[in-house]
C-alpha cells in the first residue's frame, strides 16, 4: 500500500490541515469525508507499515506512530468470512507476554473503511490494548476516485446493511483475534455502521464483554421511516457513502427493498427488513456493559429510536447526549488529534474510560457515573473566529441525571389558537377550541430541519447554529403559533426543555392524505430563531384525522424574554411528503379534541 499522491510525489498531511479537522469536523460541504481527512488516514497507515512518518505526517502524529509500533505490533490480513468474501483488516498486537484486552473496531459506513480511524487505533494499543479493525462486508471505494488503483480498506462482497451476514462476519473476526491475540476481554467499539454491527455481534456472541456504541442506533426500522414518513435524505446520503454504484453494492434483495423504499407503497417488507437489523430486537439476550454516545439534531438515526432502545437496556449503561449532528462530537477525535490548544476530545475521552473501567479493571470512577449526561443546546460562548463564524471559548453545560425518567420532572401544556393579532396563532395555558386555520402547500419552506444532512448539525456542534429569520416565513405555506415573552424562572432561563415534546392537531387536506412538519424554534426580540426539534407526521386514514406525535427529544434552555414558536409546513427536504403542491392543508381544533403543544420541563 501506498499513500495517496499526485503524480509521482507524495502528498504529506500538515498540521493545519489537522487542525481543520479538529474544529469544522469530519464532513466536507458534499456531506462526504473530508478529502484532507482521507489523505491522513493514508498517510498514516503508511506510517504505520513502513515504521515512521517523517514527510507522511506532523511531527506529533509521527511521534504517536512511534510510541504505538514500541508497544504493538502491526499486520494487514484479510480475513475470510464463512462464504468466502475477503474482510479488509489491521491488527495491533500487543508485545507483553501479559494478557491484554481486545477491542474489535468495525470501520463506519464510509467508502474509506477502516483506515479512516487508523489515529484511534493507535491511542488505543498506546493504552494497552489489542485492537482488530476491519471493513463490514460491500464497504469500500470499488477504486480510488481519480485512478484505477483498488482501494486497500475495501471489503469484498455487497453491503448487507447489518445482517445476519454481518454478524456472523463480526464472529469471524472475532474468532480470529482470539486465537492470535488469547485476550484478557473483548470490547466492541464503533462509530455509525459500526456501533450498529458491535451492538448485534455482542447481543449473539458471548466473547464480547463490552460494548462503545458512538452516533449509533437502536432500531433501523423508525429510523428510516416513522410516523408514516420516509427519512429519504438519509437514505439518499447513506447510498452514497458506500463507495460505488448502488447495483454493484447492494444484492437483489436489498436492491428490491431500496426499491420499495423510494416508491413508498409498500412499507411492510422495509419494516421487517429493518426491525431485523435492530439492535433492540435482541436486547434482554445478554447483559454487556454498553456506551451510547449521540447528538440531539441526529439526522440519520433520530435520537427518539436511540431513547428507546437505551431505555431497554440492562445496566450497567451510559448515554451522552451532544449539540449537533451524526458524528460531529466524536468524529474529528477518532480521526486525528485535537488541534492545539483545544484540549482532549471529551467525548472520546469517555469512551476510552469506559473501556478502562470495564475491561481493564481501573478504578476511575466510571462505575459512579450517572446514566445520562446531557449536553444543553447552544449553552457554550462562543467569540466571534477570523473566518465567518464563531469559536467556542467555553463549552455547553452538561447535566447528569441517573436515569431517562429523571430527565423530566413537569411538563406544561400549550394551546394553539385561532389567528390572533399579527396573522398569528398563540400558544396559550388556557384551553380553547373550535376553529380552523389552512395554509397551501408549497415547494421551498423557509423553516427546514436542517439545511444538509449533517453539515448543519457539525457546525452547530462548533458553535454555529443555523439562525431563521421568522418575518421570512411565508405565511400563505405554513402556519405559525407563539407565545408572548417569556419570563425567567430561575438563573436567566424561562423554560428548560427537557426530555420529548408532544403534540397534537386535527388534520384535513384536500389531498387524499396529508403529510404536516412540526418544528420548534427558540425567537429571540429581533425575531431571529433557533431550532429546538422538529418530526414530521404523516396521515392516511380518513380526514379530518386528530393525530398526536411525539416531537424529537431536546435539551433546550429558552432565555429570558424570549418566546416559542410552532411552525407546521406540509413539505421538508429530509423527508418524503405525499402532499402535492398546491393542496391545502387544514389545521382545526374541533370541540373535545384541542389542538395542544406538550413541552417536557426539567
Not at 486525528?336 to 475521552?349: H, M, Q, S
Not at 412540526?518 to 407526521?537: C, F, M, N, Q, W
Amino acid at each position: 500500500m501506498t499513500p495517496m499522491s499526485q503524480g509521482d510525489s507524495i502528498v504529506g498531511t500538515t498540521s493545519a490541515q489537522l487542525a481543520r479537522i479538529s474544529a469544522e469536523g469530519v464532513w466536507d460541504a458534499q456531506g462526504q469525508v473530508r478529502p484532507e481527512a482521507v489523505q491522513f488516514a493514508s498517510n498514516l497507515v503508511t506510517a504505520v507499515r513502513e515504521r515512521g512518518g517523517e514527510g507522511l505526517v506532523p511531527t506529533e502524529v509521527a511521534d504517536l506512530v512511534s510510541r504505538a509500533l514500541r508497544v504493538a505490533v502491526p499486520t494487514f490480513p484479510r480475513i475470510e468470512a464463512s462464504d468466502g468474501i475477503g474482510l479488509s483488516a489491521h491488527m495491533l498486537r500487543q508485545t507483553t507476554d501479559e494478557p491484554c484486552p481486545l477491542v474489535v473496531f468495525p470501520a463506519g459506513w464510509t467508502p474509506v473503511g477502516w483506515p479512516l480511524f487508523e489515529y484511534a487505533y493507535l491511542t488505543l494499543a498506546v493504552r494497552g490494548y489489542h485492537v482488530l479493525a476491519y471493513t463490514p462486508r460491500g464497504i469500500g471505494w470499488s477504486v480510488l476516485p481519480g485512478t484505477n488503483l483498488p482501494w486497500f480498506g475495501t471489503s469484498e462482497g455487497t453491503v448487507d446493511v447489518a445482517g445476519p451476514k454481518d454478524r456472523e462476519d463480526g464472529s469471524t473476526v472475532l474468532e480470529y483475534a482470539i486465537e492470535a491475540l488469547a485476550p484478557s476481554g473483548v470490547a466492541f467499539m464503533g462509530e455509525s455502521y459500526g456501533s450498529g454491527i458491535s451492538q448485534l455481534v455482542a447481543a449473539h456472541d458471548e466473547d464480547v464483554d463490552v460494548v462503545v456504541a458512538l452516533s449509533t442506533w437502536g432500531n433501523l426500522a423508525t429510523s428510516l421511516y416513522d410516523n408514516g414518513t420516509r427519512h429519504v435524505r438519509a437514505v439518499q446520503a447513506l447510498i452514497g457513502l458506500t463507495g460505488g454504484e448502488l447495483t454493484d453494492k447492494f444484492d437483489q434483495r436489498a436492491q428490491e427493498i431500496l426499491a420499495k423504499f423510494d416508491e413508498g407503497k409498500d412499507m411492510d417488507p422495509v419494516v421487517d427488513w429493518g426491525t431485523e437489523r435492530s439492535p433492540e430486537s435482541y436486547i434482554g439476550t445478554r447483559r454487556i456493559p454498553t456506551f451510547f454516545s449521540n447528538t440531539w439534531h441526529e439526522g440519520l438515526f433520530p435520537v427518539n429510536e436511540m431513547l428507546e432502545t437505551f431505555e431497554k437496556l440492562p445496566r450497567p449503561k451510559r448515554l451522552n447526549m451532544w449539540i449537533g449532528d451524526h458524528a460531529a462530537p466524536e468524529g474529528p477525535g477518532l480521526i486525528a488529534p485535537p488541534a492545539p490548544g483545544a484540549g482532549p476530545n471529551v467525548p472520546l475521552l469517555e469512551a476510552y474510560a469506559w473501556l478502562d473501567h470495564h475491561l481493564k479493571g481501573e478504578d476511575n470512577g466510571v462505575d459512579a457515573w450517572p446514566e445520562i449526561s446531557n449536553q444543553v443546546m447552544f449553552t457554550y460562548v462562543t467569540t466571534p473566529g477570523s473566518g465567518d463564524g464563531n469559536v467556542i471559548i467555553e463549552p455547553a453545560r452538561r447535566e447528569e441525571k441517573a436515569s431517562w425518567g429523571d430527565v423530566t420532572t413537569d411538563t406544561e401544556s400549550l394551546t394553539l389558537t385561532d389567528t390572533r393579532e399579527g396573522g398569528d396563532g398563540a400558544l396559550i395555558a388556557d384551553v380553547t377550541s373550535g376553529w380552523e386555520r389552512e395554509f397551501t402547500v408549497g415547494e421551498l419552506p423557509e423553516i427546514v430541519a436542517m439545511d444538509k444532512l449533517m453539515t448543519t448539525g457539525q457546525e452547530e456542534w462548533a458553535g454555529n447554529p443555523r439562525i431563521y429569520r421568522t418575518d421570512e416565513i411565508d405565511r400563505g405555506h405554513a402556519l405559525v403559533w407563539t407565545t408572548g415573552p417569556l419570563l425567567a424562572v430561575r438563573g436567566g432561563v424561562a423554560r428548560q426543555i427537557r426530555g420529548i415534546p408532544r403534540l397534537q392537531l386535527t388534520v384535513d387536506s384536500t389531498d387524499d392524505c396529508a403529510t404536516v412538519v412540526a418544528y420548534l424554534l427558540d425567537v429571540d426580540e429581533h425575531g431571529s430563531a433557533r431550532i429546538i426539534t422538529h418530526e414530521p407526521k404523516t396521515v392516511e386514514s380518513s380526514m379530518p384525522a386528530t393525530v398526536a406525535w411525539e416531537l424529537q427529544a431536546a435539551a433546550y434552555d429558552v432565555p429570558d424574554g424570549h418566546r416559542l414558536m410552532l411552525v407546521v409546513d406540509g413539505m421538508d427536504p429530509l423527508y418524503s411528503s405525499v402532499n402535492t403542491v398546491g393542496a391545502r392543508i387544514t389545521i382545526s381544533s374541533p370541540q373535545g379534541a384541542p389542538c395542544c403543544l406538550e413541552l417536557p420541563l426539567g
